[in-house]
Structure formats: structure tokens, C-alpha cells
């Protein structure tokens, strides 16, 4: 189980590592792995809100969102799930 683990983990890793190069260092729009599809949901919510005379303030708000959302992402994607097995191989021998 630990080299699925661990091959888990490493495809994981390059999949974020890709998607950082390629919307960050390569610089062409839709590109990325991850970041298209994050990007494209979260437009998609913030149009779904019924905001009335704000919309153009809660859409104005998108951007900025979308760039947290990703910045978490690719900083909380690979730790949390390399670290995940061993976490929970720690909980059940505790128990």
C-alpha cells in the first residue's frame, strides 16, 4: 500500500506543479489543469447569485476569489494529501 501511496502522491504533486506552470509561467488563457475548472465553477456561483442593483459589486468580487481559491489550492492540495495517509495510519494505531 505504500508505493500506491506514494505514487499517489507524486502524481498529485505534478499535477499541481503543472497547473502552476502553466498558469502562472505560461501565461495563456486556459491552460491550466486545475485552475480552468476552478475558475469556471466559481464564475459560475458568483452568477448565480441574485444580487439585483449589486451584481456588477458581487461579480466585480469573483476575481479576487478565484485567485485565493487557487493560491489555497495549490498550497493545500499536495501537503494535505501526502500527509493524509500517514495521518490516518497514526489515527487507527493510536485506537
Excluded: H, N
Excluded at 30 to 57: E, H
Aim: charged share 10%.
Amino acid at each position: 500500500m505504500g508505493a500506491l501511496e506514494q505514487g499517489g502522491g507524486a502524481l498529485l504533486m505534478v499535477t499541481v506543479l503543472a497547473d502552476v506552470f502553466l498558469t502562472v509561467l505560461y501565461a495563456r488563457v486556459g491552460t491550466g489543469l486545475l485552475s480552468r475548472r476552478l475558475a469556471q465553477t466559481t464564475w459560475a456561483m458568483f452568477k448565480s447569485i441574485p444580487a439585483g442593483r449589486q451584481r456588477p459589486l458581487v461579480l466585480s468580487l469573483c476575481g479576487p476569489a478565484i485567485l485565493v481559491l487557487l493560491v489555497l489550492t495549490w498550497s493545500m492540495d499536495a501537503p494535505t494529501w501526502m500527509s493524509a495517509p500517514v495521518v490516518l495510519r497514526g489515527f487507527v494505531a493510536v485506537r
